[in-house]
């Protein structure tokens, strides 16, 4: 029987894996999970940042155990969903949240191998071992709600935008699809949330940039989003308010989603892509200028 209108979004007695829980949305989304009653097991690579969010949360009256881990390593990630049965008996939600982008501004003609490989690994690799664990747990279990979190930059191709990462988070939509039409027979529903521009430390460079107009001008609200507006969409997700939702991915953007729209590139963001990054890697390939004809 479905949820009575007022417990939909009880998570009360669940517990919640939350990966690059450290800083950031992944810290705004284990606050929201832990005030909604979840208890919680927070990973990322910096331990001493877990430990700080693990006692803020405390407060909260929450169960936390905060574990390192680098979710590019599949034997630290299935670590990480053991010790979360291990400490709490259960794992009802995983939010895969960790995310990089190490390409920055590089152009798609300039990106170095190393950086496109080290982009995937984060952001589509490491999501998916973290899918793949939280889920074979979660089948065993009979239930679960695994959060992919995406990009509306998964929806269309943005040109000159971080190249790997676009390629990751689109991918990460057609994980969401694949693993939900896969588990649904057992229980285990598989959603994405997608945002749209949202100030993080991931972000910041950006925003404080001449790229904020253009980005304010893609979105139908014409502005940024605030943290707290992916809360509502987390805890949906989350909990037996989506009981019939799977394989679904929510763009919270501002409207950018509906237009898909992108404004042309000038020669002040190209020359910022230029600037900001080393070695060339911001600079355009162009046409070869055609050589003068011979007065002979």
Request: aromatic share 6%; with cysteine; glycine share 10%.
């Amino acid at each position: 029987m479905p949820p009575s209108s007022s417990s939909a979004y009880d998570l009360t007695g669940r517990v919640a894996l939350v990966t690059g829980a450290s800083s950031g949305l992944g810290t705004l989304f284990a606050r929201a999970l832990a005030a909604a009653g979840a208890d919680l097991v927070l990973a990322a690579r910096r331990l001493d940042r877990l430990e700080q969010a693990a006692d803020d949360l405390r407060r909260l009256g929450r169960a936390v155990v905060p574990v390192a881990c680098d979710v590019t390593d599949p034997e630290q990630v299935e670590a990480t969903v053991a010790r979360a049965l291990e400490a709490h008996g259960r794992l009802d939600v995983a939010v895969a949240n960790a995310g990089s982008v190490p390409e920055g501004l590089s152009l798609p003609e300039r990106l170095p191998p190393a950086l496109f490989e080290q982009s995937l690994r984060v952001n589509l690799m490491g999501t998916w071992f973290t899918c793949q664990s939280a889920g074979r747990a979660m089948l065993a279990a009979g239930r679960g709600s695994i959060i992919i979190i995406s990009s509306v930059l998964g929806l269309a191709g943005w040109p000159n935008w971080p190249p790997a990462y676009q390629i990751s988070k689109a991918g990460a939509i057609a994980m969401t699809r694949l693993l939900a039409a896969s588990w649904a027979d057992r229980g285990v529903r598989v959603n994405a949330l997608a945002p749209g521009w949202f100030p993080s430390e991931m972000t910041d460079r950006v925003l404080a940039s001449p790229f904020r107009p253009r980005i304010e001008a893609t979105a139908a609200l014409g502005r940024i989003g605030e943290p707290e507006e992916l809360l509502g969409p987390l805890l949906l997700l989350a909990s037996d308010a989506s009981s019939y939702m799977t394989g679904t991915t929510l763009f919270v953007d501002g409207g950018g989603s509906a237009t898909l729209g992108h404004l042309p590139y000038d020669d002040e963001l190209y020359a910022l892509h230029a600037r900001v990054m080393p070695d060339g890697l911001g600079e355009r390939v162009r046409p070869a200028e055609a050589e003068a004809p011979s007065d002979g």
